[in-house]
């Protein structure tokens, strides 16, 4: 029976236990596929609910390692060969979970990539595809039978094989030996947090994998009756490191709800957290904690629908953590038992498989305050009172990752000294696929320049403050500036370097891409259009509203050697030294 096929009565459907029947192992093997074959003698597994939460399919981890080993064979029927890539769609389900794990016994490398979203149409998703496939150079792309037109488009456009779920199920199996898997092999490809213009793919091997796991999962402390429950996506890190391969490797069994449901009715998840019996663990940016505070009303009593007092790790990540937006959480769950404690911080990047640094269960949110001067470097203005932002500790480090703070020349500084944030350790990355030169400019002597500025207090704890590499990150999503400068540029009349991409901080403290553009237009009637124009352009791209000034040309500064400087862009026009043309609303 193929896993697109096999379909359970609903009415006798019980879920996975909490514990299982043999002894917790956390992560101690060499590679996946041993870490699966493990759990594949225990009693855990996935599960999955339909959009209003109700359990549709139970997927003990025994039925997705014979399902893996069959995909695996099939794998190797199409002329798949150890080191070949497999993209596939990252659809949260069972077709997917086996296709990816049958890739790693066949020694290939699967590569996980988006579902289309509900903007940007089915143009902007073909090219993102198609530009990722160039990238990965996969043997082919695999993905859910109703979006096959357009993935279909995208692999004919690579010139790779196209296969939809169906079709690969129908394939036929080799004979062939599988491959001894090797620890220090690639184990899979990962393009979350790239660039979709120009994208990094994240190559991490078993041993780096398997490391990671042990050490969040050493970090969280996880133990028994811990269970989790996820809507992440299964192409972004966070999902697919930390809530699809971390269960499997730890002993945890996984309620899984699809994102595309979470975003229709997000208090389902709270729903799934409140059924579990056990303790639960479940992740997600800011953006789905303040979804769900915003969702409950006032008038509404929380204690009759939701029950989470058993919700002892409720993990932060993948965003800038907005203490304001977890107070609000806990303003509207109080009374259904949620604890300011269960709240996990941390901070994290496909770079290093998934964990750098785990806020110690327990501790919950804590913050410091900083003043806004020192965040961006500038000399305090004495004649104005000190602002400050409220900075959130993300943890220590997880088991085997070493973290600095470095100045500008390298250096390493003290404690609560701002600077760039380098870690070193087992599970960093082996490098950027087929990019040696992005590989050095990250990677030196051991230690991974994260792109990201924070300072160490004396305990160790890390506090994330910005940014130092122009990544635009909105509801947990990264944006790269180039891809939206790219998008303007396409516009008739811009040329390279005329536009300016970087993130804003709105009224209510939360982030918003803004377009600094050079305008060549004198008409005023014409400028609007000009702008709503781009306003639309980036929308597709984001799914977000964005800020558009429109500038005098040559206003946008430039670097010694003639490159845009977005830093300094966004530095000029936040202290109101770029004046825009004033346009009507």
Known sequence: MTVSNAVADKAILVP??????????????DTFCEALDHAAKG???FNFHDPRGTLSRIYPYSELRADALV?????????????????????????????????????????????????????????????????????MLVYPGEIAEMAGAAAARQGCAGLSWEDFHAGEQSAAELPKPDPDAISYLQYSSGSTRFPHGVAVTHRALLANLAGHSHG???????????????????GLVGCFLSPIANSVSVD????????????????????????????????????????????????????????????????????????????????????????????????????????????????????EERLSGTPRDLSRPARYRAMVNCGVPVLGMEVAIK???????????????????????????????????????????????????????????????????????????????????????????????????????????????????????????????IRDKVRSITGMNCVVELVPPRTLPRTSSGKLSRAKAKKLYLAGEIAPYQLAA
């Open 16 to 29: 996975t236990p909490n514990i299982d029947v043999q002894p917790r192992r956390y992560a101690d093997f």
């Open 43 to 45: 009693v855990l597994g």
């Open 71 to 139: 995909a695996a064979r099939k794998l190797i029927a199409f002329g798949v060969a150890p080191g070949d890539r497999v993209a596939l769609v990252a659809e949260t389900g069972p077709d997917f979970a086996a296709i990816f794990c049958g890739a790693m016994y066949a020694g290939a490398w699967p590569v996980p990539l988006p579902l289309p979203t509900s903007f940007g149409g089915k143009e902007s998703y073909i090219d993102q595809l198609a530009v990722q496939l160039a990238s990965s150079d996969p043997k």
């Open 220 to 238: 969280m402390k996880i133990d028994n009756p811990d269970r989790a429950i996820s809507w992440l996506p299964w192409y972004h890190d966070m």
């Open 256 to 371: 899984f709800l699809k994102t595309e449901d979470f975003a229709r009715r997000p208090l389902a998840w709270l729903d799934l957290i409140s059924r579990n019996k056990g303790t639960s663990l479940s992740y997600s940016p800011t953006f789905g904690y303040d979804i769900c505070a915003r969702r409950i009303s006032s008038q509404t009593a929380v204690s009759d629908r939701f029950d989470l007092s058993r919700w002892r790790v409720a993990g932060n990540g993948a965003d800038m953590i907005r203490p304001d937006v977890m107070q609000n959480f806990v303003n509207a769950f109080a009374d259904a038992g949620f604890k300011a404690e269960a709240f996990l911080p941390s901070y994290g990047l496909a770079e290093a498989t998934l964990a750098v640094t785990v806020m110690p269960p327990g501790e919950g949110i804590r913050v410091e305050l900083v003043e």
């Open 407 to 533: 100045g500008e020349n390298g250096n390493v500084l003290g404690h609560h000294h701002i600077g760039k944030v380098w870690c070193r350790g087992s599970s960093v990355m082996h490098s950027y696929f087929r990019d040696p030169e992005a590989t050095a400019a990250c990677m030196v002597d051991g230690w991974l320049d994260t792109g990201d500025m924070g300072y160490v207090d004396e305990q160790g704890y890390l506090f994330i403050v910005g940014r130092a590499k122009d990544m635009i990150i909105i509801n947990g999503k990264n944006h790269w500036p180039q891809d939206i400068e790219w998008a303007v540029e396409q516009l008739p009349g811009f040329h390279q370097g005329d536009i300016a991409a970087f993130s804003v901080e709105t009224e209510n403290g939360e982030e918003a891409p803004a377009v600094l553009v050079h305008c060549r237009v004198s008409d005023p009637v014409e400028r609007v259009k000009l702008r709503d124009q």
